[in-house]
C-alpha cells in the first residue's frame, strides 16, 4: 500500500514540475593514514547543489556524522565552493572558499575534530585524517545531486 501512495506522489510531484524527479546518487569509501595523504573527490558542474553526507566508521577514530550542502560556481579562472551544513562536533557549519586554495575546513567527521573534509585544489572536496594514533580514519561519503 506504501509504494502506491509514494508512486502516486511522485507522479502527482512529476506532473506540477513539468516532468520526471530524478536524483543521482554516488557512494564512496575513503580509508585515510593518519597524517597522510587525504583522499581527494570531484563534484559535478557549475551551479548544481550537492547534497554531501559522510560518516567515519573505523575503530580506532571517534565516529561521528556530518552534511553539507555544497556548490560550485564562478567563472573557469576563479571558481568559488560554497557550502552549509551540519558536523557532530560544531554544529551548523557555512562557508565559502576559493577552488584554487587546498585545506580551508568545512566539516568534521569525527567528534574529536581528527577527520576533516576541506576543500580541495580545483574545485573538488578532501577527506585528511590529522589524529596521532596509527589508526587510519574509514567511512563513507554519500553524493546527491
Known sequence: MLNIRVSIGVVALSGIFGGPLHATESTVSFNVPPGGPCKVFALPANSK?????????????DRAEGEIIVQRSGS???????????DYTDGVEHGFA????????IIYLDFVRKVDLQVSYGAR?????????????????????
Open 98 to 105: 576559493s577552488a584554487q586554495e587546498t585545506g580551508p575546513h
Open 76 to 86: 573557469a579562472e576563479h571558481q568559488i565552493l560554497s557550502w552549509v551544513g551540519l
Open 125 to 145: 572536496i578532501q577527506v585528511c585524517n590529522a589524529a596521532d594514533n596509527d589508526g587510519n580514519a574509514a567511512g563513507y561519503l554519500t553524493f546527491v545531486y
Open 49 to 61: 547543489p550537492v547534497h554531501v553526507m559522510g560518516t567515519t566508521i573505523s575503530p580506532f577514530v
